[in-house]
């Protein structure tokens, strides 16, 4: 099976600043890696993929980072703003079945 | 593109009774849909993984004969917690698979009293 792990479950920062949320996985097997961004009461909003062919990916204002080698993932936002505070899941798995991580609740600072 | 809608967003029951939740991909046909629950302030668990036209597959732990699913067309399931109980009381999101990844929909709060 997957295990998955995220390094803080809080984090806090000043608006403008970048953020970063880690994310650990143990199976190896695992090809596919997806960050989502749950406001309350809300499901989980899709951000960004990436695929285990691929090291780095970038998207607005966002980028994921991929180690395979171990078995790292995270999540890197410029230039925060009030609007990306949520928490952040990491997902990893296949196309078939994805495991969440416990979630990283980022709070931006004015 | 993409959009998952869930019905109902809320729903309060009584102990024993049973409650249906839907989930229906917009603007997608979905041959794959998830149904995961999601505890306060934990991660999403996935329950079962639902096939349009084939029974559902169960995670381990999950009764299937209380959390009945249907996936009767490719922009349709449904999720029945039969003879509900306060643990039951949960956030109960379901996702499709569209483009090589899973959109969610927006979740049912179900309370059981």
């Known amino acids: 099976g997957e295990s998955v792990g995220l390094h803080l479950p809080t984090l806090s920062v000043q608006e403008g600043d970048n953020s970063i949320i880690n994310c650990a996985y143990s199976?190896?097997?695992?090809?596919?890696f997806i960050w989502y961004k749950q406001e309350s009461g809300k499901g989980p909003q899709f951000i960004i993929d990436?695929?285990?062919?691929?090291d780095k990916r970038q998207g607005q204002r966002v980028t994921v980072l991929l180690n395979k080698t171990v078995k790292h993932l995270s999540l890197q936002i410029a230039a925060t703003q009030p609007g990306d505070s949520a928490v952040y899941f990491c997902?990893?798995?296949?196309?078939?079945?994805?495991?969440f991580g416990a979630g990283t609740t980022v709070t931006v600072r004015a | 593109g993409a959009v998952v809608s869930q019905h109902p967003s809320r729903v309060i029951c009584k102990s024993g009774t049973s409650v249906k939740i839907e989930c229906r991909s917009l603007?997608?046909?979905?041959?794959?849909m998830f149904w995961y629950r999601q505890f306060p302030k934990q991660s999403l668990m996935l329950m079962a993984t639902?096939?349009?036209?084939?029974?559902?597959?169960?995670e381990q732990g999950v009764e299937k004969d209380k959390f009945l699913i249907n996936h009767a067309s490719l922009t349709l399931s449904t999720l029945t917690v039969t003879s509900a109980h306060p643990e039951d009381s949960s956030f109960y999101i379901c996702?499709?698979?569209?483009?090589?990844?899973?959109?969610f929909g927006p979740g049912t709060r179900l309370t059981v009293l």
């Open positions: 996702s499709a698979r569209a483009k090589d990844t899973q959109y």
């Open positions: 199976n190896s097997a695992s090809d596919y």
């Open positions: 990436i695929r285990s062919n691929m």
């Open positions: 997902a990893v798995g296949n196309d078939y079945k994805l495991s």
């Open positions: 603007d997608f046909q979905a041959t794959t």
């Open positions: 639902s096939n349009e036209g084939s029974k559902a597959t169960y």
